[in-house]
């Protein structure tokens, strides 16, 4: 046994039961299956002990390393490659939660020279206080740090390209009980089902993404700032994650769509804003903007993909008054 492969086997433990090791090998890379919402995913786990940084950033920044001496991260076919740095001790720190932090391994595959992976110190704090936490580097790449239950949401997303809403996320955390104190921890399958749900939707928006070419259907906003949204809410009875029942909307957009203040015509799909915010674009330049950057129509998806109508007229009669202004489709 090595230190990496101790390591490994100690993610595992931590892991809630979603990651099962197949082969243990040097822990550089350790092969295993994720498992998560019904379905696994081959992964070739290459990891390292998250330290202080040594070079005078110790208060605010951390670090994990490649081995000195192993051979480089090389991707595998019909495996994912996924880098993760493990935050369980701190020679300075006080930490709630050991944290993982999620590197892009792809950015390092084929390197042979010593490389580390530089943490911010505030970022592992919060996600181990608050269980989840994000970051884009100055070379634009998304770390994300998180408690260990979580590594099947991390990886999934990461796989399916999909922009997570840290919102749903942290209220998921929240009632599920996981940042509760030992004493009134929440069950482990508790646990695994709240995780189970955010896959889903993490897998559902990527395919809805990738139906509509990563861009916003309402503005045609990319730049990675685009969601896989539900047409009939995924809450609603019935409901169900096909293409079909997903629109790709950027963040404001898709903000309008879930307060109700804009809606979609079922059959040609036309964009209607309510209109009390039509009233209030003759006042305020922003919203005037906000309108006015606005397609007239929905954007379509890859052919085959195309909105199903009956999933716009169930959502409005699931929310009933909320789109009284909007007329009836029936």
Same mark, same amino acid.
């Given at each position: ?14 892991? !809630? @039961? ?23 995913? $081959?992964? /070739? ?5 998250? +330290? ?6 110790? &208060? ?5 390393? /490649?081995?000195?001496? %192993? ?25 709630? &939660?050991?944290?993982? *932090? ?37 070379? *634009? $790449? ?7 239950? =979580? ?6 997303? &990461?796989?399916? +390209? ?14 599920? @009980?996981?940042?509760?104190?030992? $004493? ?14 955010? #896959? ?7 395919? #809805? ?28 009875? @019935? &409901?169900?994650?096909?293409?079909? !029942?997903?629109? %790709?909307?950027?963040? /404001?957009?898709? =903000? ?6 804009? +809606? ?40 085959? !993909? ?10 409005? $009669?699931?929310? +009933? ?10």
């Amino acid at each position: 046994m090595t230190d990496r492969t101790d390591l490994v086997r100690r993610i595992v433990d931590l892991s !809630n @039961g979603s990651l099962e090791i197949t082969r243990l090998g040097t822990g550089w890379p350790s092969a295993g299956t994720l498992l998560a919402a019904g379905s696994s995913t $081959e992964v /070739n786990i290459f990891s390292g002990r998250i +330290g202080l940084s040594h070079r005078s950033r110790d &208060s605010v920044e951390r670090r994990f390393q /490649n081995p000195a001496t %192993a051979a480089p991260l090389e991707s595998e076919p019909g495996r994912a490659s996924i880098l993760l740095g493990l935050w369980e001790d701190d020679e300075i720190e006080s930490l709630a &939660s050991p944290v993982i *932090a999620m590197a892009e391994a792809a950015r390092r595959e084929g390197r042979v020279t010593r490389w580390s992976v530089f943490l911010s110190l505030e970022k592992l704090l919060e996600a181990s206080y608050a269980g989840w936490s994000t970051q884009t580097s100055h070379s *634009a $790449e998304v770390i994300q740090y998180f408690r260990p239950e =979580l590594l099947p949401l991390s990886l999934t997303a &990461s796989l399916f +390209g999909s922009a997570l809403d840290e919102g749903l996320i942290q209220k998921s955390i929240r009632a599920t @009980g996981l940042l509760e104190t030992a $004493e009134f921890s929440p069950t482990s399958e508790r646990v695994r089902r709240a995780v189970s749900v955010l #896959v889903r939707d993490a897998r559902f928006s990527g395919r #809805v993404l990738d139906a509509y070419g990563r861009a916003c259907a309402m503005c045609g906003l990319a730049f990675s700032l685009v969601q896989g949204a539900h047409i009939y809410p995924a809450s609603a009875p @019935g &409901s169900v994650d096909r293409i079909v !029942n997903g629109v %790709a909307l950027c963040a /404001n957009h898709h =903000l309008a769509f879930d307060r109700h203040i804009i +809606g979609v015509d079922p059959f040609d799909l036309t964009v209607t804003f309510r209109p009390d915010v039509v009233s209030e674009a003759q006042f305020d330049p922003a919203v005037r903007h906000f309108i006015l950057g606005t397609f007239p129509s929905l954007r379509l998806p890859a052919i085959g !993909n195309e909105p199903d109508s009956e999933m716009f007229i169930r959502r409005y $009669e699931f929310f +009933g008054d909320e789109y009284r202004w909007l007329g009836s489709f029936t």
